[in-house]
């Protein structure tokens, strides 16, 4: 029989933050409680704490790791031309989001705690996501000034609410995921880029 | 010399709600503890729970409130052309965020509790924002379908962040206000319109 095998302090509390990410994908960060993350690891709530100071430092480590795994995994591949990376992270992003639905909101909306350094996470997670399309600037055939910048966060966060959104229509989503994608990678020159102006012809 | 006012429970108690709005402009809502209120209001915080059942009662119907002022500076004018209340809203928006930077961000994020119920106040602000464009979609010249209905979405949570952004640069806002208004009333026609066909073109 082969021995059990015994993790260091560090690993072991590794595995309790990835298991509270697991547990994170279908509830919302206050429902993750010390209780239910002790009884998946089979330990007692009592050691859950020599791994964690307090349920608050065990919520913002559980958030850390989403938000790097968020960023994991939509990180744009170089190798491709910009276009194809901004559609390929989008890509990844729709997925993320569809499979880890309870957590990515509790990310973004830092809702689940008034705690500020939850708060800083979410900030500096949209804040990346943000860069990663201000450093392609001029490969995207977009200007860089204050304008550019400002819209550009403001489209991470249009692309959070369309995927939300998306997922929580009454039944199965409406809109067909590629149609998705191309509405999240076509309002990136949406909101940079000047009006159409036949649209504001048309209008007038 | 005149009598003291005796104010009804009803009135009092919407006297504090006000109260709160109007603390909640410069600290968020864990900041808005029932200690400061009761001190900003001459009472005792005891008197003060004579009103409110608890503290989340308190802050529930501050959100509450402060949502509701939101959407009330911000109706459209119906007299006006599509165009125009929609400009004038955006910019009625920027203004109120402005002047109540920190009660918006509590409000919009949720981000200041983890009650179920601040996030639904900050759910129905943002439908009803978006439920304003798409009872207009004719006249705005705008196709009516679950494509554009996720793009109005995604653009209200789009302004948010923007404006959040215009008035969080390390010192004053890098771009004109007018620039700002601009930015976010294109940018619903660039979302919900297919993209430019130049840049794309520009681009392979």
Known sequence: MAKRVRLSPDARRAQLIDLGVQMLATRTLEDLS?????????????????????????????????ARELLERTAPDESLAPLDQLTTSLSAFIDYVTENHDAYVSLVRGAASGDETVRQVSDETRTEMANRVLKHLDVLGLPADPRTEIAVRGWVAFCE?????????PDAPVLPRADLLALLADALPGVVLNVDPQWLADLS
Chains 1, 2 share one sequence.
């Open 161 to 169: 609410e369309a995927v939300i959104s998306w997922l929580s229509g």
């Open 34 to 66: 010390v209780e239910a993350l002790a009884e998946q690891a089979g330990i007692s709530r009592g050691l859950l704490f020599h791994y964690f100071r307090s349920k608050q430092e065990f919520h913002l480590e559980v958030i850390r790791a989403s």
